[in-house]
């Protein structure tokens, strides 16, 4: 190797002391810049020593200190005296540092690393390559500022650069006081997963006792890991939860998740937390996967399983979010489509929750084993110019429906039918007239069929119920534009209380005279006291849309053949499996809870008026935003919609014409910059019901606060009226500390039904939070504590204390 040294002496005159530094370059394979007040070169051992403010310059990385000694043949370099090292992707301090320039290997004694995510401080960093970093008796930390806030210390600290951290014996240290030991510890430095324990569940409460939950998270490969979490759930017992993880290619995947352990508290039809004297085995399992080929098949299956139906109260934390409705247990679907039709098939089998006995089957609900459904595309018979003939197409809507229960219920002959297979069959014809002038007209003719037969029953085995449902519509739709949405550059001139109009412009050149005597080019614009700039004008545009809709709707004559207690059964709701099976000519009638919602079929017309008004705004060209290329570079808000609808009944006879009409339906909102508001109402003219809901959200610098109101008059013999309020409110008292409490209030019982408080503590270093809140239903309370840790670039994981 060939090593060229270049020697250059100079003085530098400063507070009349004179100041010799020799600046020296030398090529060992790449080039090294090194400056320093004075050097020494010993040839005999192919050495070179800089002593006082030395600073070394290699590729881009940088080192200081106070002394360096250089051996040319072998690269070593050792740099004593508050030593620096900088690089793109860190920084380094030390006391003692040896580099070596030909395999970039890094040694520093009682050391700091800095970088753009964390902070190790050690007694000893050693750098083997580029991508690994070792540290011995170090502390890791997010806190630059405050690294007494929280760290943790381990006696050995792995960190492969750009991946992750790994710690050994690992001590966690809140303001310098150790709070907890773990033997290994890994902190992802990117989005990689590891092996390793995490963050623990805490609690304690005078009612449960000490609760302790440590999981274990471990990696099988790259599309497969598993979660252990041995567990003491307090005066209750031991127990663990397991969770299984597989990802078998895109959108393809199952999940296994249960929790176990030997209640010592538990017994069936026990309501206080007192010891039972012995240990009761429960479980709930929830199994999981979905499921897709390709484009035209897919498939989605899920099953839980439980000791006890108790488990769904006694662990809830594990169980809510995991149960569908009220009940458990388990079904799925699979689907497959193509260019003309669908074909699914569905299947359930729960237990139902809604029973006295918890470990007990209840073989009376009604299973659906299984549903098969057939569906078409709409397929275009006729297409023209011509009115009357614009376009016709012809599809169809089928499903085949088994419904079953495990064990039949006859105790005497009025005991509903609850066993049955049905035949869904609804072809339909869409009819696009044309247009007169700016009225759109269509027509669709639907034939509604089912078909039941009943295993169970002894006699008249079967029925069916048919008719044909007619739907005609005018439609008007109006739009108009208001301004045009851009982006405008405006020259301002800072330093002057002038702002140019935007069709001026500013120029200053130098004289043409001047000009033509330059030898180098034109000299740059002046403006003497002020500087030129451009500030964007944003011009918005806005888009009103409204519509205006008469429908017809008119229900052909219906015939009823077959078992007549099943046609008495479902003429109301409680009688009907579901919606398909109600009478069309009664369907708004049988559920309380929709009748003001839908129109009655017989005879009836509907006016619609939809209202909506979207502000365009352009976004200053930017043909790439976040890695992507922008197909529109515009944003779109809406600014206020309102809707109107009310129908009128032609079938009822009398002299009032508000008796004839239906429900009145009104939705409408407002979304300013702070304030959103919207209100959802159905007005029942007959009987003067109202179903009411409101919500209305305004966000400040510092708080937030929303709110909604329910109402609900259209009550039976079971359901009272209802009124509903409630608000969720958060204010940042200041850039430290948070206050949040939300309240569900019932105006009838005039009782909180939940209501919540928190506080929430943020240090400026971002590298802590810490949250206290308080929860209390009608049927209990709750204290909370979390505390959250960002362990790499505001990825903050909590520490839940329950």
Known sequence: MKFSVLLTLSFLFFSSEIFARETFEFNLGQKINILSDKAFRKSSENEFEAVGNVVITHLKNSIYGEKATINFTTGETEVVGNVRYIAPEMTLYGTKLRYNFLSKTIDLDNARVLSDNYVITGKKILQTSPEVIYAEEAEYTTCKDCPESWSIFGKKITITVGQYVRIQHAFIKVKGVT????????????????????????????????????????????????????STFGDRGLGGEVQYRQNFKEKTWAEINSIDLNDRIYKPYKIDKTLSGKKEFRYFTDIEGHYIQNKNLNGHVYFNKTSDLDTIRDLDFFAKEKVRGTEVGGGGFFEGRSSLFTLGVESYYNQNMVVSDPSRFDDQYVQILPKISLSSIPYNLMHTNYFLLNNISLGVNSDYTIFKQNKPLVLYSASPIRNARRLNFAPYLDWQIGSIGPIALSHQLKLDYQNYHFPTEASEQSFSKQGLI????????????????????????????????KNEKIKKTVPAASAANSTIGTLPEIMSNADEQTSLVYNNSYRHWQQFKFRHYYLGEQTYKGNQKFRTQIESDDGQFDYLDALRNREHLTNPNTSQDSLPLSNTIEFQWNNNLIKKTSRKFDPYKDGHYLKDNFDYKDITFFNVSQGVDLTVNSDHWVDKLTRLYVNTGVNFERLTFSIEEFYYHKSQEHKFTSGVTYTHERFTLSGDFKYNSYNSVNTPVTKLAGYDLSVNLSDLFTVKNHVDYNLVSKLISESSYSFLYSPINNCWKIEFNYTKDLIDKKFGLLLYINYNANNFTSINVR
């Open 179 to 230: 709070a907890m030991y773990f033997p290994y510890l890994v902190f992802p430095i990117k989005q990689k997963r590891e092996s390793g324990f995490l963050f623990p569940t805490i609690g304690f409460s005078s009612k449960d006792g000490f609760k302790y939950q440590q999981p274990y998270f471990l990696v099988i490969d790259d599309h497969k890991d598993l979660t252990l979490t041995p």
């Open 470 to 501: 007619y739907q005609t519509e005018a439609r008007i739709e109006l739009e108009k534009i208001y301004g045009l949405a851009y982006v405008e550059e405006r020259p301002t001139i800072i330093g002057s209380d002038i702002e140019l109009d």
